[in-house]
């Protein structure tokens, strides 16, 4: 494991469908077999409530610090279960999130401020999110802003394979919640 993630427990939040052996998400589950996947009852339903709901219910099963690692609509499941209650989420790791008018979920989501430290990248041509809109979430939601280039959904299909970046982006994530934390 990488040693700035040793104090934390890192939830993977797949988007639609899950993410499948090549995305690399479950790439980074078989690196650092801690971490841990939120799973959903039905990956083909974007049901927001639902979806958020088994985020609530993966953070809740333990009380360490935990970094969240998001991608699409896992992406709004997440800050809609950490905007409702931030307790014991020390980062957000947002990659590629999908549209929220595009499910028409905007209203389900916050507009102000994240209550943790958060990194948002986007690819400048994301079938499911303009870079515009992104950043403009991002912005909203106090992100720290990464435009990745044209990765398209920055997922299997982009060719990333371990995504060395990502796990850079990771490692800084950690290191500003650590920061935060020992601000207090």
């Known amino acids: 494991m990488m040693p700035t993630l040793a104090p934390y427990r890192v939830l993977v939040a797949p988007g639609l469908h899950g993410s499948g052996p090549d995305h690399w998400q479950s790439r980074w589950q078989r690196l650092y077999p801690s971490f841990q996947r939120v799973e959903q009852r039905d990956w083909s339903e974007p049901d927001l409530p639902a979806w958020s709901g088994r985020v609530d219910a993966a953070r809740q099963a333990e009380r360490r610090p935990t970094l969240i690692v998001a991608h699409s609509f896992g992406c709004l499941a997440a800050v809609r279960s950490v905007a409702r209650d931030p307790g014991h989420v020390a ?13 028409g979920v905007a209203d389900l989501l916050p507009h102000g401020a994240l209550p943790c430290p958060s990194i948002m990248i986007a690819s400048a041509n994301d079938p499911w999110m303009t870079l515009e809109r992104a950043r403009g979430w991002a912005e909203r939601w106090g992100s720290t802003f990464i435009e990745a ?9 982009s060719g990333l394979g371990d995504w060395l970046y990502g796990q850079q982006q990771l490692q800084a994530l950690a290191e500003r919640a650590h920061n935060a934390l020992s601000a207090y």
């Open 91 to 103: 980062g957000l790791l947002l990659v590629a999130p999908a549209d929220p008018d595009k499910f």
């Open 149 to 157: 280039g044209e990765l398209g959904h920055i997922n299997a299909e």
